[in-house]
């Protein structure tokens, strides 16, 4: 296994175009509550910090600042497997309060997928499977993808919606 190994993996990934729907979902909607469990909620968090930096209301659930969830939010699920018993709450909770839900997953065949709006799909596998896709031990792939996909959003929010990049320099966190 090397770098290039990696990034072959990764350029091999299922939804590689950011559709037009999506960027008008996430500026329609009035806040954005994100959530992962593990390493796919911290490629999450790294989301959620850059559509803040565009100016979205974004809270990543658990935190102790997260509000209640309402019927114009919308909540995004990363789970390679879609079946976390926690995230499945998280997503009736929102589905029975009327929010959008968009799912970051490996595959169709999972329960969140049946409870959401909208659904990507991303290279990878769940840390328990035995699937040959990657070389790349448990979820790394997925995680990795989690990543990179959320920087591609942002880049084509930005060029959709005229967003510089100093705008986002003005709302990056000046205590640090």
Same mark, same amino acid.
Do not use: C
């Given at each position: 296994?090397?770098?290039?190994?990696?990034?072959?993996?990764?350029?091999?990934?299922? /939804? =590689? /175009?950011?559709?037009?729907?999506?960027?008008?979902? $996430?500026?329609?909607? /009035?806040?954005?509550?994100?959530? +992962?469990?593990?390493?796919? +909620?911290?490629?999450?968090?790294?989301?959620?910090?850059?559509?803040?930096?565009?100016?979205?209301?974004?809270?990543?659930?658990?935190?102790?600042?997260?509000?209640?969830?309402?019927?114009?939010?919308?909540?995004?699920?990363?789970?390679?497997?879609?079946?976390?018993?926690?995230?499945?709450?998280?997503?009736?909770?929102?589905?029975?309060?009327?929010?959008?839900?968009?799912?970051?997953?490996?595959?169709?065949?999972? $329960?969140?997928?049946? =409870?959401?709006?909208?659904?990507?799909?991303?290279?990878?596998? #769940?840390?328990?499977?035995?699937? +040959?896709?990657?070389?790349?031990?448990?979820? #790394?792939?997925?995680?990795?993808?989690?990543?990179?996909?959320? /920087?591609?959003? $942002?880049?084509?929010?930005?060029?959709?919606?005229?967003?510089?990049?100093?705008?986002?320099?003005?709302?990056?966190?000046?205590?640090?």
């Amino acid at each position: 296994m090397n770098w290039d190994s990696i990034l072959y993996e990764l350029k091999n990934n299922s /939804d =590689k /175009d950011i559709s037009n729907d999506l960027l008008v979902m $996430v500026k329609e909607s /009035d806040r954005i509550f994100l959530t +992962g469990s593990g390493r796919s +909620g911290l490629a999450l968090k790294a989301f959620a910090m850059r559509l803040a930096q565009l100016g979205k209301n974004a809270f990543f659930v658990g935190e102790t600042i997260t509000p209640a969830i309402e019927d114009k939010d919308l909540l995004i699920i990363a789970s390679s497997s879609g079946e976390t018993s926690q995230l499945i709450k998280y997503a009736d909770i929102a589905k029975n309060i009327g929010a959008k839900i968009w799912l970051w997953s490996t595959n169709e065949s999972n $329960v969140i997928y049946r =409870k959401s709006d909208y659904v990507t799909l991303l290279a990878g596998k #769940s840390k328990f499977s035995t699937s +040959g896709i990657t070389q790349q031990p448990m979820g #790394s792939l997925f995680e990795q993808s989690v990543w990179l996909y959320g /920087d591609l959003f $942002v880049v084509n929010y930005m060029n959709e919606f005229n967003i510089s990049e100093s705008f986002l320099k003005s709302r990056h966190a000046n205590l640090e």
